[in-house]
């Protein structure tokens, strides 16, 4: 059980058939809302890299998701431990690549990446499951928005943002820096390949690479600590296959892998060589994919009136101590939000901690969300520092 669902393995001894049984107390929203989201993107998962809802059952206190199961799947989870071999580590992380690379070619971010959503049978095929905390992502892996039709005769849909992932508790360990962050303009299908490598890490070492007794000291973690390398750990991990891992949970998303459909042609790759030779050869990580172009989030055009105000604003406060209010208003979509994430990045060119908080219409629940999201956006910037930054 993880944040209020529970995952149940259950058998139909009239029809001989198994099924997954997921279910929520109806009293539990955060639950509840999870298996309504998995219900909502069931069109979008298919049984060979997913386990699908295909009946909902409703009980006086309870909602209840069913798929169909195989007799011997059991979860990644279960096979963590020091005795795994290589060869079984090799088997499931091809196979979660591969279920990844399906899930993000439909236009999906799991966002809960790790070993106990990792279903695995007999055979070797895999299936992820947990959706709970799902989105939705552009064509380019970040991300998206939903549009929301607005009812005749008022203007054209305008996007409201997907609410970020903010997975439980049990997914502290596998949570990406950029989600530990909220930072909602990086947050892309890199995040899941950061929890796949936690996941390959703990796989080979049957530890997690970071250790936390709190949602701050995982955070901290996860934005300032660096993991050991699994071969430094288990002498019978291949150097390569070490260094990919290693690749999977660098900090910056864009040092990770590109897609999950490289990640898999490389570990085929080692899978070959290292089946065939009992060693493997280094080569770079990811060269089958060209490089992204580097470019600057949130670029500005036309703005040079209000950035040069907005520029003269933070001088005044920053040189005189002194708090300035400014406004900055128009339509939605026009920009406001990418003009004060303009302002951010200058103000950490003066090496200054800068948050912001935005008013939205999907957290109209929570009292003072912008305020909290400000204060949240500190906290982290902290988190990131290093221990010397961080002791009184």
């Known amino acids: 059980m993880a944040d209020g669902v529970v995952s149940e393995r259950l058998f139909d001894p ?9 279910s929520a107390l109806l009293a539990s929203a955060g639950a509840h809302r999870q298996l309504q989201n998995e219900l909502r993107l069931a069109p979008r998962l298919h049984p060979s890299w997913a386990t699908v809802p295909i009946a909902t059952v409703w009980t006086a206190d309870r909602m209840v998701l069913l798929s169909e ?3 011997s799947s059991r979860t990644a989870a279960a ?17 979660a690549a591969r ?15 790790r070993p106990h959503n990792l279903l ?6 895999l299936r992820l499951t947990g959706f709970g905390h799902a989105v939705p992502v552009d064509f380019g892996g970040q991300w998206a928005s939903l549009t929301v039709p607005q009812p005749a005769p008022q203007p054209a849909p305008q996007p409201i943002p997907q609410p970020i992932p903010q997975p439980g508790p049990a997914a502290l ?14 947050i892309g299908v890199r995040a899941d390949l950061y929890a796949l490598g936690v996941a390959l890490y703990e796989l080979l070492i049957g530890a997690t690479p970071f250790q936390g007794d709190s949602p701050a000291a995982w955070h901290h973690a996860h934005l300032a600590i660096e993991p050991v390398p699994p071969q430094f750990r288990r002498n019978d991990v291949p150097g390569m296959l070490g260094r990919i891992v290693l690749k999977l949970l660098a900090k910056n998303p864009a040092d990770r892998y590109a897609s999950a459909a490289s990640l898999v042609s490389d570990l085929l790759r080692l899978r070959t060589e290292w089946e065939s030779a009992g060693r493997i050869a280094p080569f770079q990580p990811d060269a089958t994919v060209p490089p992204p172009i580097p470019m600057l989030p949130g670029q500005l055009f036309g703005r040079d009136t209000e950035k040069a105000l907005l520029t003269e604003a933070w001088s005044r406060v920053r040189d005189s101590g002194k708090s300035e209010l400014v406004l ?19 103000a ?40 010397a930054v961080l002791a009184p």
């Open 14 to 22: 009239r029809t001989r058939t198994y099924w997954l049984s997921r």
């Open 69 to 71: 199961a195989q007799p």
């Open 79 to 95: 096979r963590i431990g020091p005795q795994l071999s290589i060869a079984a580590v090799f088997e499931i992380a091809i196979a």
């Open 99 to 113: 279920a990844l690379a399906a899930m993000h070619g439909q236009g999906l971010l799991h966002g809960d990446i």
């Open 120 to 125: 695995i049978d007999d055979s070797g095929a």
């Open 173 to 186: 360990p596998y949570l990406a820096p950029e989600l530990a962050r909220g930072d909602a303009a990086r």
């Open 328 to 346: 900055i208003a128009g339509a939605a979509g026009s920009g406001k939000s990418a003009l004060v994430d303009w302002l951010g990045r200058e």
């Open 348 to 387: 950490g060119l003066d090496a200054l901690h800068f948050a912001s908080g935005k008013s939205d219409q999907l957290q109209r629940e929570t009292p003072y969300a912008p305020v909290v999201q400000a204060l949240r956006a500190l906290t982290m910037a902290l988190l990131g520092e290093d221990e």
